[in-house]
């Protein structure tokens, strides 16, 4: 498959000019809130966690949400390409609101203990598991193709600002307790059920996958995955930005400062050089469209090996410059990769794709976390950010020369 996949049917009116489209507007809004109440509840949950239990118990709760995730990811990418996408995410952003109400009358009335962190954190993650395929496919249901990558660069962007004002409204808001969090982060999921109630109508329609059995409708996902040499390189290609970048960024900054004894505030330092590289790589990636974004995403990601590199240098303009060259790139490829992945992807495997793209993340990137811990201390933080620049760098490049890439128009 080498071109763009055929159109959605238009089902309503055509929407207007995405940059005067107010439902959309209003979606992403909702969904900035909705990202800054995730933070403040993840601060909350972590804080709460290792001041109300041990380290190593503290540490099974932060991770625990993943587990759920994982295991019920796959059948949410069924029920995407099978059940009305507004009606599934509506279930989901209701299933959390009514966990978290509930956790916050448990924890007002006493009940300070670890179950109430876990039922929490699993019912998140079962429910994120279960709906997150589906809002992977609502814009290609609400916009035209040519406005896929506009839309999608402000999403990126939002999410971005999102987590940045999320962090310290977060460490403010723990400050009245954990049932102070839950409340924020109710309000906010509240904010995108209303909005996907009475604003959200979708103007185009999916072709939907038959009601065949589950495992026979997991299997076609997974097959179409397999055979379709697009959506093979594009999801090993997005699932490469996160497993070679995070452990770098989560790992490898950390080490390079406490080695280099810096002190902690070049830790932030790095960060906010990163989301600012970020959030202008994503802007530009808005405005720098035109044609063959695939391959130029995976230029861009290649040079990003040069960024993970240099966070390994110890000196702290090296690690700066590093920081800004990934933060840029990946604004850069994630806005033109993701716009172009809907795209490219067939409409009735869209969900099932956007699934097993997450479950990827999801088993990859804490895998790729401790090899990397463990490369640095059998070497050095300098040889572990090279190898892992390095292999994001030939990865990209190979993909970027890839036939099938290069004739994506």
């Known amino acids: 498959m080498t071109a763009i996949v055929d159109e959605p049917v ?9 940059r005067r489209d107010r439902m959309v507007h209003a979606y992403l809004a909702a969904s900035l809130v909705s990202a800054c109440g995730d933070t403040v509840f993840t601060i909350g949950l972590a804080w709460t966690a290792v001041h109300l239990l041990s380290p190593g118990l503290a540490g099974v709760v932060l991770g625990i949400e ?6 019920c990811t796959l059948f949410g990418g069924v029920i995407a390409d099978r059940f009305d996408t507004r009606r599934v995410m509506m279930a989901g952003a209701a299933a959390r609101v009514v966990v978290l109400l509930l956790a916050t009358a448990a924890w007002q009335l006493g009940f300070h203990s670890a179950a109430v962190l876990f039922a929490v954190a699993i019912a998140f993650g079962t429910a994120a598991g279960l709906s997150s395929p589906a809002s992977a496919t609502l814009m290609r249901q609400l916009v035209a193709t040519r406005d896929l990558v506009t839309v999608g660069g402000w999403s990126q962007t939002g999410l971005r600002l999102a987590r940045l ?8 808001v723990v400050q009245w307790g954990f049932g102070a969090s839950m409340v924020v982060d109710a309000i906010s999921f509240g904010a995108v059920l209303l909005v996907l109630a009475f604003v959200i109508r979708p103007r ?6 038959t009601h065949e059995p589950w495992h026979r409708a997991l299997r076609a996902g997974l097959s ?8 093979r390189t594009f999801l090993i290609g997005l699932a490469a930005m996160n497993v070679f970048v995070s452990p770098v960024m989560a790992v490898g900054v950390a080490l390079r400062v406490s080695g280099s004894h810096w002190g902690a505030t ?8 990163f989301a600012a590289g970020a959030i202008a790589g994503s802007l530009a990636g808005i405005r720098l469209q035109g044609s063959h974004l695939a391959r130029r995403a995976f230029s861009v990601l290649a040079i990003q090996g040069l960024g993970l590199a240099a966070v390994g240098v110890p000196s702290r303009l090296a690690l700066l410059a590093g920081m800004l060259t990934i933060g840029l790139t990946a604004g850069l490829g994630s806005v033109w990769l993701g716009g172009t992945f809907q795209r490219v992807i067939a409409p009735a495997q869209l969900g099932r794709a956007s699934s097993v793209s997450q479950l990827g993340d999801q088993l990859l990137i804490p895998a790729t976390m401790p090899l990397f811990g463990v490369l640095a201390a059998a070497s050095s933080v300098l040889t572990a950010t090279v190898t892992f620049g390095a292999g994001m760098s030939l990865l990209c490049v190979l993909f970027a020369t890839r036939p099938h890439i290069r004739a994506i128009p």
């Open 10 to 18: 238009l089902v309503a009116a055509p929407p207007p000019p995405v």
């Open 224 to 231: 179409y995955v397999w055979r379709t040499p697009v959506a």
């Open 204 to 209: 185009f329609r999916l072709p939907r996958a």
């Open 165 to 172: 004002l999320g962090a310290p409204v977060g460490a403010a």
């Open 66 to 71: 993943l587990l759920p995730q994982a295991v």
């Open 266 to 273: 070049w830790l932030g330092i790095g960060e906010a050089v």
